[in-house]
């Protein structure tokens, strides 16, 4: 099974306070947009099940400040299990998910950065919901490659966003991402075992180029040794067969973002066995007081425990501050 669809120990939570956008769009050009995003889910999604394979990526962070970071990313998968491999400066995690139990290496808090490259990998899948007005379809030449891109507006609360998709007009996978202030584009696509999926990734915050990723899937010939690929020393948890995510309980948003645009800051953490938020983290996109502050936000959010077989347990999450404008 590919990487995006893996079932894992800790999952990775995304919060949202959605509006409805009730604004008149033209219902044809919205069923075409949205046409667009299945075909490009459709092309990029294994409808049938793959067999041992193994997904390696390169990666590279770009820090504001200029400098670098480099780091890879090993999947091997089988038809109920899997192992991943990270390594990004200190960082090193191992963790072998077998049925009926779960071996990991010492555990480390997980940098934003790796957990930035999980975000973009193997592959961005994208739709439309009741949020988003679709204004237009336009061709266009992306890449080399022509392309049809979908412009529309998203209302989320009190934030107005103008967004873009953009698929490939042939071969169907979506190939830019433009929302808010990120942008993310796949190029290099190749097939493998019947599916679409790109070679190179890039993430933009900002107009500033933020992280490359560069991956390939191979099939593993024969068998795999599974017992070889576990880590030394490992600390073992059971697998989860009846699992509960986290619920919200207490999870106030700031007033204001003070003077200038919509804020959103990411911030990556732990979700405690007593629903506390710790070791909260963020990757930093330019405003550094709001950053701050929305670690010191998060970290007093309070949530009713992720749970494993009914017993709490520490669940990581992607959780989202929201600043309004002033």
Same mark, same amino acid.
Request: net charge negative; with cysteine; aromatic share 10%.
């Given at each position: 099974?590919?990487?995006?669809?893996?079932?894992?120990?800790?999952?990775?939570?995304?919060?949202?306070?959605?509006?409805?956008? /009730?604004?008149?769009?033209?219902? #044809?050009?919205?069923?075409?947009?949205?046409?667009?995003?299945?075909?490009?889910?459709?092309?990029?999604?294994?409808?049938?099940?793959?067999?041992?394979?193994?997904?390696?990526?390169?990666?590279?962070?770009?820090?504001?400040?200029?400098?670098?970071?480099?780091?890879?990313?090993?999947?091997?998968?089988?038809?109920?299990?899997?192992?991943?491999?990270?390594?990004?400066?200190?960082?090193?995690a191992i963790s072998l998910h077998l049925p009926d139990r779960i071996l990991q290496n010492d555990y480390q808090p997980p940098p934003p950065e790796t957990l930035e490259m999980k975000n973009l990998t193997p592959v961005l899948f994208?739709?439309?919901?009741?949020?988003?007005?679709?204004?237009?379809?336009?061709?266009?030449?992306?890449?080399?490659?022509?392309?049809?891109?979908?412009?529309?507006?998203?209302?989320?609360?009190?934030?107005?966003?103008?967004?873009?998709?953009?698929?490939?007009?042939? /071969?169907?996978?979506?190939?830019?991402?433009?929302?808010?202030?990120?942008?993310?584009?796949?190029?290099?696509?190749?097939?493998?075992?019947?599916?679409? /999926?790109?070679?190179?990734?890039?993430?933009?915050?900002? =107009?500033?180029?933020?992280?490359? !990723?560069?991956?390939?899937?191979?099939?593993?010939?024969? #068998?795999?040794?599974?017992?070889?690929?576990?880590?030394?020393? #490992?600390? !073992?948890?059971?697998?989860?067969?009846?699992?509960?995510?986290?619920?919200?309980?207490?999870?106030?948003?700031?007033?204001?973002? =003070?003077?200038?645009?919509?804020?959103?800051?990411? !911030?990556?953490?732990?979700?405690?066995?007593?629903?506390?938020?710790?070791?909260?983290?963020?990757?930093?996109?330019?405003?550094?007081? /709001?950053?701050?502050?929305?670690?010191?936000?998060?970290?007093?959010?309070?949530?009713? #425990?992720?749970?494993?077989? =009914?017993?709490?347990?520490?669940?990581?999450?992607?959780?989202?501050?929201?600043?309004?404008?002033?």
């Open positions: 099974m590919l990487p995006c669809f893996r079932a894992l120990r800790f999952l990775f939570l995304l919060l949202f306070a959605c509006g409805i956008q /009730l604004a008149a769009q033209d219902m #044809p050009v919205r069923v075409e947009a949205i046409r667009l995003l299945e075909r490009a889910t459709s092309v990029s999604r294994p409808s049938h099940v793959i067999p041992n394979h193994k997904a390696e990526a390169t990666f590279r962070a770009y820090a504001l400040d200029g400098t670098t970071q480099d780091g890879t990313f090993t999947g091997i998968y089988g038809l109920d299990r899997e192992r991943y491999e990270i390594v990004f400066g200190d960082y090193h994208a739709r439309f919901d009741n949020s988003d007005t679709i204004h237009s379809i336009t061709p266009a030449t992306l890449f080399g490659r022509p392309a049809k891109c979908v412009r529309f507006d998203t209302v989320t609360g009190r934030t107005h966003q103008s967004n873009e998709i953009c698929v490939d007009a042939e /071969l169907g996978p979506l190939i830019r991402w433009s929302v808010g202030g990120e942008i993310i584009e796949n190029t290099d696509f190749s097939l493998f075992e019947g599916i679409l /999926l790109p070679g190179h990734v890039r993430h933009y915050i900002d =107009g500033k180029l933020r992280m490359e !990723v560069e991956q390939k899937f191979s099939v593993i010939e024969g #068998p795999v040794d599974w017992a070889a690929l576990a880590p030394p020393n #490992p600390d !073992v948890f059971p697998a989860c067969q009846h699992y509960r995510r986290p619920i919200i309980q207490s999870a106030p948003q700031p007033a204001s973002a =003070g003077a200038g645009p919509w804020y959103d800051v990411q !911030v990556h953490g732990v979700i405690g066995e007593d629903g506390h938020v710790y070791q909260a983290a963020v990757l930093a996109a330019g405003r550094p007081e /709001l950053e701050k502050q929305a670690i010191q936000i998060v970290s007093g959010w309070i949530f009713s #425990p992720g749970l494993c077989e =009914g017993k709490p347990i520490d669940v990581n999450a992607s959780l989202v501050v929201h600043f309004p404008p002033q």
